[in-house]
């Protein structure tokens, strides 16, 4: 079964320092990855997915995140934080036979100023 | 405008009632969802629907039950409300294929 892990719970990050967001995932076949971020009291929102392609995608907002098959990971990176950016992060996969986007557990990422 | 709406926001009602939530999505999309998010932010898909017809049903209860009168429309019926209902329950649509889901804003639903 298609899964992906989020092994922090939390991220804290100064302004102005660069964020990285982990995220591992776990497919039988191509991975398609997404991101989404999700603010308090809000749906979530689509920041970026990777499909195929460059292993380096662009997102919104600034993030990026970067496609590494060896290590089966999709990390989401912004060179720069701003405390607008704290907010709940959510790595996702596709489970292409069932159409399920499956979610991890979220990271919630504080930027302080 | 917002292009996917659910309405109610908040829901507070007892144990035993039943109680709908509706969603509908202006953006011409195929598929459409429903999610539970729980007290630890945990998201769980629930059912899905593809141009009215039931494509995915989780090991939800039977007391929930999806109804899609069209394709832009997606509403949840919950009967017999319990107290492990409490949740967040987003709506989110997708046009087709590897397309990012579009979600909702959430219906804040608290069983007392």
């Known amino acids: 079964a298609q899964s992906v892990a989020q092994p922090e719970d939390q991220v804290n990050v100064a302004e102005g320092n660069p964020l990285t967001v982990k995220c591992t995932y776990s497919?039988?076949?191509?991975?398609?990855l997404f991101w989404y971020v999700q603010y308090p009291n809000r749906g979530l929102q689509f920041l970026l997915k990777?499909?195929?392609?460059?292993?380096l995608v662009k997102g919104s907002y600034g993030f990026e995140a970067e496609f590494n098959k060896s290590q089966t990971s999709f990390h989401l990176k912004k060179p720069s934080a701003l405390v607008s950016d704290s907010a709940l992060y959510f790595c996702a996969v596709r489970d292409y036979n069932t159409d399920k986007l499956i979610f991890g557990t979220g990271t919630r990422l504080q930027v302080f100023p | 405008d917002t292009a996917v709406s659910q309405t109610p926001k908040y829901l507070v009602t007892q144990m035993g009632n039943d109680k709908s939530i509706k969603c509908e999505q202006n953006?011409?999309?195929?598929?459409m969802y429903w999610y539970k998010q729980d007290s630890k932010k945990f998201l769980k898909i629930m059912f899905s629907y593809n141009n009215k017809e039931l494509i995915i049903n989780e090991t939800v209860p039977n007391r929930f039950s999806p109804k899609s009168p069209d394709k832009a429309h997606l509403n949840l019926h919950i009967n017999s409300l319990e107290l492990g209902d409490s949740a967040v329950y987003f709506c989110a649509s997708r046009l087709s294929g590897n397309s990012p889901l579009h979600f909702g804003n959430g219906t804040r639903l608290t069983v007392t």
């Open positions: 990777y499909i195929t392609g460059d292993n």
């Open positions: 497919v039988s076949g191509n991975p398609y």
């Open positions: 953006l011409g999309h195929d598929t």
